[in-house]
């Protein structure tokens, strides 16, 4: 009796750790999967449009022309940048006085524009270089405006490089259902046999497979739900340590909350499902195979 017990335990014991490694790793891709999201976001907003201005565009002018590119929705920040202010800029890139040299400033003035990263859309590459193209043909339609440049080369490699994680973390988490099944099942199958004799004495005595089946069930929801709580409090230290090792990521900033309490939410509801269907699997194999 002491035998079983032990094996019983050991069973538990492993399927519950089965449960809790598979939600950990789940719950880093999502980790990984938001946190790169929002780096992408921001580097999106942080990708200047420089908008060019004729040479003799009074101050007034560009103050009333920046208030017009500011109502744009798409837009979240401009900077105007007079002739003189470029000179100067370009001035101390060089290391020289530029215009003391050639006794002229043959910089333009200009607008640098940065667009908020809601505007761009996340279902296709195609989606974001045609609103990019809307916004800049819009800009250059303005008065005193004569053109806009931006480095599409890196806008374009930011938005296929999100894609590319985004893909690999989406088919990883997809093994990692396929694998946490299989995994689950098996370590039921070990426990349904465990109780073999029991379940064969149901059985004589023509217990059904559903009133068979529903202790298995019903303790596979704990299961899941102990395994989610141990992965979730996992995820937490192992945030805490990263956030020390690498104070850069600000992991812990109070507007990721909302989020994490989002992701431990889908780890419990995920815990709990793969679980259940893992164990219904498992038990109705059992029992077919054993009738």
């Known amino acids: 009796m002491a035998r079983s017990k032990v094996n019983l335990w050991e069973t538990h014991s492993s399927t519950v750790l089965s449960i809790t490694l598979v939600l950990f790793l789940l719950g880093l891709c999502l980790m990984v999967e938001y946190h790169s999201y929002r780096a992408t976001r921001d580097m999106q907003e942080r990708i200047t449009f420089k908008v060019d201005l004729v040479p ?163 303790r596979s929801l704990w299961y899941g739900l102990l395994g989610a709580l141990i992965a979730i409090l996992i995820l937490a230290i192992a945030t805490g340590i990263f956030n020390q090792s690498l104070a850069g990521l600000d992991l812990l900033n109070r507007t990721h909350l909302y989020w994490y309490l989002g992701i431990a939410a889908l780890i419990i509801i995920m815990g709990i499902v793969l679980s259940y269907l893992s164990t219904l699997f498992a038990v109705r194999r059992y029992l077919r195979q054993n009738n």
């Not at 744009?72 to 040299?101: C, G, T, W």
């Not at 070990?190 to 149901?202: K, P, S």
């Open 56 to 218: 003799d565009i009074t101050d007034e002018a560009a103050m009333m022309l920046k208030t017009r590119i500011e109502t744009i929705p798409s837009v979240k920040h401009v900077d105007y940048i007079s002739r003189q202010q470029a000179a100067e800029i370009f001035s101390e890139d060089l290391d020289d006085d530029f215009v003391s040299f050639i006794g002229y400033n043959p910089l333009y003035p200009s607008m640098m524009v940065n667009l908020r990263a809601d505007y761009l859309p996340e279902t296709s590459q195609t989606g974001r270089d045609e609103s990019i193209k809307h916004f800049a043909d819009e800009v250059k339609n303005l008065e005193f405006v004569t053109g806009v440049t931006y480095q599409e080369t890196v806008v374009k490699e930011l938005n296929d490089v999100f894609y590319k994680v985004t893909w690999f973390l989406i088919i990883f988490m997809a093994l990692l259902v396929i694998v946490s099944i299989l995994m689950i099942s098996s370590t039921i199958r070990i426990a349904l046999y465990a109780q073999r004799d029991t379940i064969r004495t149901m059985q004589l005595v023509g217990a059904k497979s559903g009133f068979i089946a529903h202790p298995f069930l019903a």
